[in-house]
């Protein structure tokens, strides 16, 4: 049972653009979530994150949004750079009342930017 | 550079056999944390350590075991070898100084081989 899902296995947008990459989670104890980027041969890179208390969070380029009642995250990247072109990874922990402290993952975006 | 470090870069074993995975936090992290990528499964949670106990297991196989050390670095022993655990392993950590940190941030894997 895939408790994060990440439904777009590719995408592919236009250098200068924005770029959406979606999330959906089925936990609804989950209350801290994440996105990671990575590139081939590397371990995942820490990007954002945000909390069930907020709505967004931005960071640079980068801007996180949760839906906490559609139980939806979307990372946005503006502009799309080439250097942006990695695997997109979406998490999710829960922090509140203890638990494991093991992120779940989306099994990732391959997002292209292309020229 | 994340900061974590991890030992080998790729191993090649045979089924049956024993291997040890080595990783040192980023300085002043008190959690490690042990992630498996397969390319069925995506990242999966392992086990996490924290000051030398174990405070999380997930979806860790009885032939696999972990402990950290005095100096924090963690080992992850994998055993009785089997060809579907061929993978990438990643080491995470987390908490500078213990404060509570919820961000991983990975080191650069190892890749198991087993034949």
């Known amino acids: 049972d895939q408790q994060v899902k990440q439904n777009s296995p590719s995408l592919s947008v236009q250098e200068g653009r924005i770029s959406i990459l979606n999330c959906d989670y089925t936990?609804?104890?989950?209350?801290?979530f994440l996105w990671y980027k990575k590139y081939p041969a590397e371990g995942p890179t820490f990007l954002i994150s945000i909390s069930s208390i907020k709505d967004k969070n931005e960071d640079g380029r980068f801007t996180v949004f949760l839906n906490k009642s559609a139980k939806h995250l979307s990372l946005h990247i503006v502009p799309s750079q080439p250097g942006d072109s990695a695997v997109y990874f979406c998490?999710?922990?829960?922090?509140?009342?203890?638990?494991?402290?093991?992120?779940?993952f989306g099994k990732g975006t391959h997002l292209i930017i292309q020229p | 550079d994340s900061g974590v470090t991890q030992t080998p870069k790729h191993l090649i074993t045979a089924t049956g056999q024993r291997v040890t995975l080595r990783c040192s936090p980023r300085?002043?992290?008190?959690?490690v944390y042990w992630y498996q990528q397969s390319l069925d499964q995506g990242l999966q949670f392992l086990i996490q350590y924290y000051n030398g106990e174990e405070r999380a297991k997930g979806n860790i196989l009885e032939r696999f075991s972990a402990q950290q050390f005095p100096d924090l670095h963690s080992e992850l022993n994998l055993s009785s070898l089997e060809l579907g655990d061929s993978a990438l392993y990643f080491c995470?950590?987390?908490?500078?100084?213990?404060?509570?940190?919820?961000?991983?941030?990975f080191g650069p894997g190892t890749r198991l081989t087993v034949t």
């Open positions: 300085s002043g992290d008190l959690s």
């Open positions: 995470a950590s987390s908490g500078e100084g213990g404060t509570p940190v919820y961000e991983q941030y």
């Open positions: 936990n609804s104890m989950f209350d801290y």
């Open positions: 998490a999710a922990k829960r922090v509140r009342g203890g638990g494991a402290d093991g992120l779940t």
